[in-house]
């Protein structure tokens, strides 16, 4: 397992987040403190009864309603706590994850690229549940056990201070104990979870590719990377465990001691009649308590240094800056034209795409052409604006793309991607994904795709169930699916990339012929490795390692170009073909 | 073939028959078992022997006033607990290695159980479900394993020894003290059920979750292109609330034992107070004993306010456990039999459909009763329409499924009787939609390769040099070394280089290529067809492809169409066919 050291995630204050929610927190402190500091008085009431009865011989009859009010007290009282536990997380849980997606979904593509998916999957899931443990346990773990400590130390003093400052010794030592094992374990704590985002990759990738692994019959070397991250695993869990089995005998033996010393100390002073008996029993029962807590606290700032470090990664996409605000101008009567200027991407340290000019008149055809890796893609995805470049502008109408308004931008522009990109839900409401399709553009659309027959065999039409990576559609009929969800905007400008590939010939041809008809004046830009279907096309760009090598018409291509004049040449012998059925 | 999970839970399994189930698991364990199991004894009775002394010498000396019995044993005592610090250690780390070893088989029977499924249960689940089920209900179990086992056995058996203490250091108090336990037992019994079934619809509320998040994640560059920013923030409001009413009654359900724990544990405390002091009247208890009383019902009743919180964790398992086992339960269909079982008659065929039938759906034949043959070293080519079901034959053919009704033969033997090794090494096909792992490009292409799997980065050259494949890896900046991470980094078309590389390497004897090089150049796919005639003579290659440029030296061509296959003799018949056909699709 290698891993690049992530940069240090900065953790964020969680107890910021109990001010937001007052009524929340104050009910949860309030709670929390009623039914502890009650449980305080039963040993205090055990007490009292075994004393009254040593010294008079009568049974306390009158400690019996005082003990059932404040049973029923902290019974109440406890239950309301939990309540209000859980009642409080989940709401915490709900409002962060409503907050979190509104962020995301204002950003574009390429800060949810940076972030990654995966990244920010964690970020909605894993880490808000931290949060949420935070509030849940931490908050009302923290007030009762600060209560019970300083509550039960309060009373050891009140009972007998000599006795109680011996006793009280054991707070320092458990807690430096706690403070020494937790910070070697927190690093091994982070180990753990990288070995189970590990185990995780493992697990996904054998998922998403199943069929890969079922053809190269490499089942056994899968389970082979399984068993070396689940050992590793399996070691971190028992380092971390090494560690535990020796803080706990630690606890067990330092409060013994503490019984110990009330025994013969406390012992010593009821023999001496300097304390009673009763207070002697009581004395037992606070060191009980008092020990719980501790060891609580303890757990407790191991639960909060894991909720910051979670608040933290949330925080840092909250604080991420915004997208710079739309332009105000309508792209409602954009003609189309296109242009390129000096336009250049480098990602890492890789040039992408080299000072790349170009223009493209309005209702005109273009192709973009070119070998595997040329940067075909990342052209489609700058003209769009879903890449920003690092150099150069994109003009359409001659106005810069960031000077429309978001909005009605993307209800003239229509773009299907190259890799099958479908929600997991009817058919209808894929096609019609945007909200400025009508139900009339829809049909054109559906018609202009050739996707009538398909939808009219299927049992339930339209209302058809598009299943994730299901089988019941072919690539090319999920390729039809994509391009009518980008006609039924009814745009002005077209971008395919590769949609030649996966749709057949004359599937093909008919599409392209219905696009003339349906979307007359419409700009075109089509990424497509076979030169036969653009022939015709008003311009063809020729890209090469991310440089536009040549461009013009097929006939200009074929006097001036040569690496146009290869391509072409080998896909010449099948052209007879295709061009005789014309 | 139906290997679609539900969610119905199992009502009727109880706690106990679940840890029957991990029993297999932890066979190999005994001796750690035992010993955890000593040990906890062991520190139990340490702990259970502190109090008994401290009445003793309360009684004894304290009341009598006797200073030197106080110190001796005080000494005793300091033992005792030196005892219970050791035992506490042992116990910690054995029963804590014990549930580390547990999870460890119990991850390893799940992935060996996901490696042995067939295509079809991949295909029938969502991802998103399926990543979530292994992953974050595993991370319950692990939960319980790692941190709860450990308390909930010894607690479990402090709890029994100061049941018994109470019983006997004086019937009749022991037993009232024990009245509200029982009332426990059967309130616990009663609200069990009813939390595993909260935690289960949560569980699947978490699922759902975070399958619409990774679904909307992975698709944002359209959420941005549509404009459907409310779309991502209506549809996952829509989950979120969803998740958050299922989890709020989660919460409310694990929250509930705990304070009616409390409350029997004060009860408890109260009965021996009053009760306690009226036996003492009657002469029936000492004070001494007494004092030792409240002691016990402490180390009774705690314990099982701990056993309370650790029960949720342990219903939270159990329902995790459920979902988990559902997958554990599921048999693949696609069985090896026995090789005498059928043969074809038909003597130089490599490959037989004979009358086959095929439905993903039951009901719903997607191919219907297709028979051709594939000779040994011919080039055949699948056109066709899309949707029309070529995808479907290529997964026939290399048994990513089963026909649902019909005979395939490969070597003029039923495909069915063919050890996985065996056929995979005989079939290799390249898919429509390659997969590559997060790994080097080297590594990639040598995945599924186990003759080739010691070679280094020159030796693999020198061979890929040997099919003219040397001449693809310039498209990819690092070339071998070039590192394979994110989705989206290289190409659909650079992807498809490294399939068809690894599979040439393998050296099939069938080759097919689904729409193997779509997204690839012109060019590049030159080569490839070069790179294709280098295979030994007895090759047969089967391709499926939309352009007619790769297909127009195959021997024959079938045209595929609604499920149906026909030959088309000619390519140029072929072409008619396709630009005749009134599409059924």
Redesign the interface.
């Known amino acids: 397992m290698s891993k690049p050291a992530g940069p240090a995630t900065p953790s964020a204050n969680v107890f910021v987040l109990l001010k937001k929610y007052p009524k929340h927190s104050l009910l949860l402190v309030a709670f929390a403190f009623l039914a502890n500091g009650l449980?305080l008085i039963?040993p205090k009431?055990?007490a009292i009864?075994?004393d009254s009865?040593?010294s008079s011989?009568v049974?306390?009859s009158h400690?019996?309603l005082p003990?059932?009010l404040i049973?029923t007290g902290?019974?109440i009282f406890?239950?309301a706590?939990?309540?209000m536990?859980?009642?409080a997380?989940?709401r915490v849980?709900?409002d962060l994850?409503?907050q979190l997606?509104?962020k995301?979904?204002?950003q574009?593509?390429a800060t949810?690229?940076k972030f990654?998916?995966a990244v920010?999957?964690t970020n909605?899931?894993s880490d808000i549940d931290a949060v949420k443990t935070f509030i849940?346990q931490a908050v009302a773990g923290i007030v009762s056990s600060l209560l019970l400590i300083i509550g039960s130390s309060i009373l050891l003093l009140i009972t007998d201070w000599k006795l109680a400052l011996v006793v009280l010794l054991i707070i320092p030592i458990i807690g430096i104990t706690f403070k020494v094992i937790f910070g070697k374990v927190q690093v091994l704590f982070i180990k753990g979870q990288e070995v189970?985002d590990w185990?995780?990759?493992v697990?996904?990738?054998?998922?998403?590719?199943?069929?890969?692994?079922?053809?190269?019959?490499?089942?056994d070397?899968?389970?082979e990377k399984?068993?070396q991250a689940?050992?590793t695993?399996?070691n971190t869990?028992?380092k971390i465990?090494?560690y535990?089995?020796?803080l706990?005998?630690?606890i067990?033996?330092v409060s013994?001691?503490a019984?110990?010393v009330i025994?013969?100390l406390g012992?010593?002073f009821?023999?001496k009649g300097e304390m009673t008996?009763g207070s002697?029993?009581a004395f037992?029962?606070y060191v009980?308590i008092l020990i719980f807590p501790i060891i609580m606290m303890g757990f407790m700032s191991n639960v909060i240094a894991r909720s910051a470090a979670s608040y933290g990664r949330i925080q840092q996409i909250f604080d991420h800056p915004n997208p710079t605000e739309s332009g105000k101008l309508s792209a409602e009567n954009l003609s189309g034209a296109i242009e390129a200027k000096d336009l250049s991407l480098v990602i890492g340290t890789?040039n992408i795409l080299n000072k790349t000019t170009f223009k493209i008149k309005a209702g005109t055809r273009t192709a973009i052409i070119?070998?595997?890796?040329?940067g075909k893609?990342q052209l489609l995805s700058l003209i769009?604006g879903?890449t920003e470049p690092t150099s150069g502008q994109i003009l359409f109408d001659g106005k810069k793309i960031k000077d429309y308004d978001?909005?009605s931008f993307?209800?003239k522009?229509g773009?299907v991607?190259?890799?099958?990109?479908l929600?997991?839900t009817t058919i209808e409401e894929n096609i019609g994904?945007?909200?400025s399709a009508n139900s009339e553009n829809i049909n054109k659309a559906i018609a202009t795709a050739e996707l009538e027959?398909?939808i009219s065999?299927l049992p339930d039409g339209l209302k058809t169930i598009v299943s994730?990576?299901?089988?019941?559609?072919?690539?090319?009929?999920k390729?039809?699916l994509m391009l009518a969800?980008a006609l039924a905007?009814n745009p002005q400008v077209l971008l395919l990339d590769?949609f030649t590939?996966?749709?057949?010939?004359?599937?093909e041809k008919n599409i392209l012929n219905n696009i003339k008809k349906n979307y007359p004046n419409i700009t075109l830009i089509s990424i497509t490795?076979?030169?036969s279907s653009v022939i015709d096309y008003d311009q063809i760009l020729v890209l090469m390692e991310g440089d536009v090598i040549a461009k013009g018409t097929h006939e200009q291509l074929l006097k001036s170009s040569p690496e146009y004049i290869?391509?072409y040449e080998?896909?010449k012998?099948?052209n007879q073909?295709?061009l005789s059925?014309d | 073939m139906n290997y679609r999970l539900t969610n119905t839970s199992h009502q009727t399994e109880s706690a106990f028959a679940a840890i029957k189930k991990f029993w297999p698991l932890l066979r190999n364990q005994k001796r750690e078992i035992f010993l955890a199991f000593v040990a906890v004894i062991f520190s139990s009775i340490a702990?259970l022997v502190?109090p008994l002394i401290?009445g003793l010498?309360?009684d004894k000396?304290?009341?009598t006033?006797?200073?030197s019995g106080?110190?001796s044993w005080?000494a005793v005592?300091?033992l005792?607990?030196?005892l219970?610090?050791?035992a506490?250690?042992?116990q910690?780390?054995l029963m804590?290695?014990v549930g580390?070893?547990l999870?460890?088989s119990l991850?390893?029977e799940i992935?060996?159980k996901?490696?042995?499924l067939?295509?079809a249960f991949?295909?029938q689940n969502?991802?998103?479900d399926?990543?979530s089920r292994?992953?974050n209900d595993t991370?319950k179990l692990n939960q319980f394993f790692?941190q709860a086992l450990v308390q909930f056995i010894s607690n479990s058996f402090m709890m029994v020894g100061a049941a018994i203490f109470l019983v006997m250091l004086n019937l009749k108090l022991g037993i009232a003290s024990l009245v509200p336990a029982f009332a426990l037992l059967i309130i616990t019994k009663a609200l069990s059920s009813w939390i595993k079934q909260k935690n289960n619809t949560n569980l699947k509320a978490?699922g759902n979750?975070?399958a619409e998040?990774?679904?909307a994640?992975?698709?944002?560059?359209?959420?941005?292109?549509?404009?459907?920013?409310?779309?991502?923030?209506n549809r996952?409001?829509e989950v979120?609330?969803v998740n958050?009413q299922s989890?709020?009654a989660a919460?409310?359900a694990?929250?509930?034992l705990?304070?009616?724990y409390?409350?029997a544990s004060?009860?408890a405390?109260?009965i021996v107070?009053?009760y306690g002091?009226?036996l003492?009247?009657n002469g029936n208890l000492t004070?001494g004993l007494?004092?030792s009383y409240?002691?016990y019902v402490?180390r009774f009743y705690d314990p099982i306010r701990h056993v309370a919180s650790i029960w949720s964790t342990f219903q939270i398992a159990l329902a995790g456990w459920d979902r988990i086992s559902e997958i554990l339960n599921l048999k693949s269909e696609l069985k090896i039999t026995e090789v005498e079982n059928k043969k074809s008659k038909k003597t130089n065929s490599l490959l037989e459909f004979s009358k086959v039938n095929f439905a993903?759906q039951e009901g719903k034949n997607v191919l219907h009763n297709i028979s051709f043959d594939l000779e040994m070293g011919k080039t055949y080519a699948f056109?066709?329409?899309?949707?029309?079901g070529?995808?479907?034959i290529a997964s026939l053919m290399?048994r990513?499924f089963d026909p649902t009704s019909g005979e395939i033969y490969l070597n003029g033997q039923d495909i069915k009787s063919f050890p996985?090794?065996e056929?995979?090494?005989k079939?290799?096909?390249i898919?429509?939609?390659?997969?590559?792992?997060?790994a080097t490009i080297a590594e990639n292409i040598l995945?599924?390769?186990p003759k080739c799997q010691s070679l280094s980065i020159t030796e693999l050259e020198k061979v890929l040099a040997e099919f003219g494949l040397d001449k693809l890896l310039n498209?990819?900046?690092q070339g071998l070394e070039t590192k394979v991470s994110?989705k989206?980094q290289?190409?659909?078309?650079?992807q498809q280089?490294i399939?068809f590389i690894?599979a040439i390497l393998?050296k099939p004897e069938l080759l097919i290529l689904d729409?193997a090089s779509?997204?690839?150049?012109?060019?590049?796919?030159?080569l490839l067809d070069e790179i294709l005639t280098k295979l030994p003579q007895t090759t047969t290659k089967v391709i499926i492809a939309?352009?007619?440029?790769t297909i127009?030296n195959a021997d024959e061509i079938f045209f595929v169409n609604a499920g149906n296959v026909t030959k088309a003799g000619s390519?140029?018949h072929a072409?008619e066919l396709?630009?005749k056909?009134k599409?059924?699709?």
């Open positions: 449980g039963i009431l055990i009864g075994i009865f040593t011989g049974f306390p400690l019996i003990t059932f049973i902290i019974f406890s239950f706590q939990n309540l536990q859980t009642i997380s989940e849980a709900l994850r409503k997606t509104q995301i979904s204002l574009n593509n949810i690229e990654t998916p920010l999957l909605l899931t849940a189970i185990l995780n990759k697990i996904n990738e054998s998922i998403l590719g199943s069929a890969t692994v079922r053809i190269l019959n490499s089942e070397r899968e389970k399984f068993k689940n050992e695993a399996t869990g028992l465990l090494s535990f089995s020796s706990i005998p630690v067990t033996f013994g001691m019984v110990l025994v013969v012992g010593y009821v023999i008996l002697f029993t037992n029962s009980g890789k070119g070998p595997t890796a040329a893609t769009v879903l978001q909005n993307f209800n522009v773009l991607f190259q890799e099958s990109v929600f997991n994904f945007s909200d027959n398909l065999t994730e990576r299901g089988t019941s559609l072919s690539g090319g009929q390729q039809r969800r905007l590769d590939a996966r749709v057949d010939l004359n599937t490795q076979k030169i290869q391509m080998s896909q012998s099948t073909y295709e059925t | 702990s502190g401290i010498i309360v000396f304290i009341a006033k006797q200073i106080v110190l005080g005592l300091f005792v607990y030196a219970s610090a050791i506490t250690y042992f910690t780390k804590g290695t580390q070893k999870l460890f991850r390893s992935f060996n996901l490696q042995s067939p295509l991949f295909n969502k991802v998103g399926l990543i292994i992953n991370d790692s978490t979750l975070s998040i990774s679904e994640l992975e698709n944002f560059k359209l959420v941005a292109v549509f404009n459907r920013r409310d779309y991502f923030r996952f409001n979120n609330e958050y989890s709020l919460g409310v694990n929250n509930t705990i304070p009616i409390s409350l004060n009860i405390q109260a107070l009053f002091v009226s003492i009247i004070v007494l004092v409240v002691s402490g993903y056109v066709g329409p899309t949707g029309g070529k995808t479907t290399s990513l996985e090794k056929r995979t090494q079939i290799g096909f898919l429509q939609e390659p997969f590559l792992f997060s995945y599924g390769n498209r990819f900046p994110t989206g290289l190409s659909l078309g650079q280089l399939a690894r393998r729409e779509a997204n690839v150049d012109t060019v590049t796919e030159k939309h352009r007619f440029n127009e390519l140029k072409m396709l630009l056909e599409r059924h699709s």
